[in-house]
């Protein structure tokens, strides 16, 4: 473990961006931990958030004590840190036997040298970067190129985010967070397997191979799926340009992927109306252990639903259409909650071309068989003269 005290006493200076803690064996004390620089009445000092279930606890300490803090946390409680400074990024990996591996590469722009001796000292202070709660931080943070950033052109060579390109850049990270709470349960041990549907221009499909491959040293092999030819060979040759072996896209809809044995994630963001519905029966089928999906296009119980008591509401047309979308997406969180999913509904950010905000995920609950069919959600269909795609799917 002397070598990861080294690493953190060069990492927790001022050039830390953030550092997070993840893969924990004692849930009970805490699932998740990140650490970052704040400037509290001009002293640096770097604070830690705990997340223990639904609980958030905050910590500031000083560089000697965070380092202590940290190693206690590496032996007893996390399996697996990410550490990212303003010249490197670096996974620290710890095995059952206590093994430590740590792997790190530099950032575009740092100079030689930088490596092991920009964090050496802490140095005058960029009261600018540090002020408490004032810079918010991205996974993907402003100011630093990333690859596949610069050929969507989200950002400029020099890592400046494109003015018009500002609300995407906010959407990829928004995306990359969603990702990073449900990280530990994905596998460390093998090949993660990925399916992206819909991906389109494929913004947040690169963001994830980027956050998951490069960020976090994980193993994984993403398939995006989409309709358009002309987008298809773009995506395919930014991929082979950046070199992202295991990213590729093919053309076809949610009907061709029949030859998967199993996927660890299934993806579906903007898929018009049905298209989330079969997505979603795709993920349920294979087992998949996360689904993130973002359902754009209610059209179907726009058309069916009635009834009596909430007429004086659906007869407005406005109305009923949001009504209905958002019966929509209940119904298909219940419904894969009885399909053995722990499942949320949060709020994206606003898709390109369309409104919709809601993003359905379900993590598969592990050891315990789906949940027997409700009466209440069949109820629910009954009372509203509904018949959901996915329902009649699964």
Same mark, same amino acid.
């Given at each position: 473990m002397e070598n990861l005290r080294e690493l953190l006493k060069n990492s927790i200076q001022k050039e830390l961006q953030q550092m997070i803690l993840s893969n924990s064996k004692n849930p009970e004390t805490g699932t998740k931990v990140k650490v970052r620089p704040v400037l509290l009445k001009g002293e640096l000092y770097f604070q830690e958030t705990l997340y223990r279930g639904t609980q958030v606890f905050h910590d500031n300490k000083s560089a000697s004590d965070m380092v202590d803090r940290v190693m206690y946390l590496m032996e007893h409680v996390f399996r697996q840190a990410q550490v990212s400074t303003s010249v490197q990024d670096i996974t620290v990996l710890v095995s059952k036997k206590g093994t430590v591996t740590i792997k790190?590469? &530099?950032? #575009?722009?740092? &100079?030689?040298?930088?490596?092991?001796g920009a964090t050496a000292g802490a140095g005058r202070v960029d009261t600018g970067l540090l002020e408490h709660n004032r810079t918010k931080h991205y996974i993907l943070p402003e100011g630093h190129p990333v690859d596949f950033l610069i050929g969507l052109g989200v950002q400029t060579p020099d890592g400046k985010i494109a003015k018009a390109r500002y609300d995407k850049f906010r959407q990829i990270n928004r995306y990359l967070e969603f990702i990073e709470d449900i990280l530990d349960q994905l596998p460390a041990d093998r090949t993660i397997r990925i399916v992206d549907f819909g991906c389109g221009k494929s913004y947040? %499909?690169?963001?994830?191979? !980027? +956050?998951? !491959? %490069?960020?976090?040293?994980?193993?994984?092999?993403?398939?995006? +799926?989409?309709?358009?030819?002309d987008v298809i060979k773009k995506c395919n040759a930014l991929a082979q340009q950046l070199g992202y072996k295991n990213l590729s896209f093919r053309q076809g809809d949610i009907s061709d992927c029949e030859d998967k044995?199993?996927?660890?994630?299934?993806?579906?963001? !903007?898929?018009?109306?049905?298209? %989330?519905?079969?997505?979603?029966? &795709? #993920?349920?089928?294979?087992?998949?252990?996360v689904i993130m999906a973002v359902p754009c296009c209610h059209h179907e119980l726009n058309g069916q639903i009635q009834n009596d008591m909430l007429q004086p509401i659906l007869k407005y047309g406005v109305i009923k259409e949001r009504v209905a979308a958002l019966f929509t997406d209940a119904l298909r969180?219940?419904?894969l909650e009885e399909r053995g999913y722990n499942t949320q509904i949060l709020e994206f950010i606003d898709m390109e071309h369309t409104p919709k905000n809601l993003m359905i995920r379900g993590v598969k609950r592990e050891g315990m068989r789906p949940a027997v069919k409700t009466d209440k959600v069949t109820r629910l269909m009954e009372e509203l003269h509904v018949k959901p795609t996915l329902g009649e799917l699964i």
């Open positions: 790190s590469k &530099k950032k #575009a722009g740092a &100079k030689r040298g930088e490596l092991s947040l %499909t690169f963001a994830m191979y !980027h +956050y998951l !491959h %490069t960020q976090q040293g994980r193993d994984i092999e993403v398939v995006g +799926y989409d309709l358009k030819e044995d199993s996927v660890d994630m299934v993806v579906s963001l !903007h898929a018009c109306d049905k298209a %989330t519905d079969y997505a979603l029966e &795709k #993920a349920v089928k294979w087992g998949a252990k969180a219940n419904l």
